[in-house]
Every structure is written in C-alpha cells, then in structure tokens.
C-alpha cells in the first residue's frame, strides 16, 4: 500500500497543476483517499485485521502491539493458529459462515501464549475483485475485571440485603412474642 500511495502521489507531484474538475483532480482525490485510508488504518487504537479466507493479509500497527508480533511474523499465516484461541475457534469460524456483522467477544491469544479477552467486529469487503475480511479487535480485559469487581460488590450488597431483610423480618417476630407476652401477663 505504501508503495501505491508512494508512487501515486510522486505522479501527482511531477505532472501540471491540476485544473477543477480534470482528470487530474480526479487523480488527486484518489492519492488523497489512499493517504487518509493509509493513516487511519495506521494509527486508529483497536488491532485491525485483514484477512482472505483465515489467512492474514493485512494488520496495523496497533494489532501488532496487541498480540506481540512483528508484520512479518504474521502476514500470510493462519489466524486461526496464531491469534483465535483454541477454545473461541468454533465461535469465530460460525460468525464467519454467518457473515456475522455485530461485536462479539472471544479469547485471543498472543504471541507468547496468554489468552485475553477482545471484542471483535468484523465485516465482510470486496476490493479489487477479491473478497476479504476486515476484523476490529479490542482488548477488554480491563473491562471484564471491572465487569467482575462490579459483579462482586452487587453479590456483597445482595448478601447485606438479605441479612437486614432477615434482620428486620426477626425484629417483627420478636416485636410480636413481646406483644403476645405482655397481653398474656395483663
């Protein structure tokens, strides 16, 4: 990509100024959308995919940072060896088959073994004629230990709850024997 966009926008540069509305302009808009494309792709904070069939086509830098690899290491291999772990593989290859089109969450694994939370979304894209795969992924493993502290301390509240509603259930028994005795002892 950052050959084309290279090599466009030094085509742009050598050729005359570009008239309103030419085929220059054109042109222009073109070199302009791969230099967007190229940095939003580049520096937006989820790990983004590309894949053909399973098979890594594509990934930005902010995946790589996420699963610990080098682009190198991981264009052109499987992604459901290196990246999906094993026990979210049968999710993500339903949500494949599905065309699934909504976030999800499954385990990841990275480049040293840890599995990790991520929510993924994914669409389905055609460029070129060639159909691919665009998959987002964000890492949640501070979102499911805060999911767990808030899940804890609703459990803890629930458990005062129904000791105070115990409490107050024995203060009106209590409450009622006393009422009983005092009728029993005028």
């Known amino acids: 990509m950052k050959k084309r966009v290279t090599k466009k926008t030094a085509e742009v540069k050598s ?56 682009l190198e290491e991981i264009k052109g291999t499987d992604s459901f060896k290196n990246i999906v772990d094993p026990s979210s593989k049968d999710i993500v290859k339903n949500k494949i088959a599905e065309k699934y089109q909504k976030p999800y969450e499954i385990y990841g694994r990275k480049k040293n073994g840890q599995v990790f939370p991520i929510e993924v979304n994914a669409r389905e894209f055609n460029t070129n004629g060639v159909s691919l795969r665009i998959v987002s992924c964000r890492d949640i493993t501070r979102r499911k230990k805060d999911e767990e502290i808030a899940k804890s301390k609703l459990n803890e509240l629930e458990h005062l709850n129904q000791l105070m509603i115990g409490r107050e259930l024995k203060m009106v028994e209590l409450k009622q024997k006393i009422n009983e005795l005092k009728s029993k002892n005028l």
């Open 15 to 70: 050729s005359a100024p570009i008239k309103s509305g030419g085929v220059k302009s054109g042109v222009k808009k073109l070199v302009d959308f791969d230099i967007n494309y190229e940095s939003v792709f580049r520096n937006i904070s989820d790990g983004i995919l590309i894949h053909k069939n399973g098979i890594v086509v594509d990934v930005n830098e902010s995946f790589l940072k996420m699963f610990g690899y080098k």
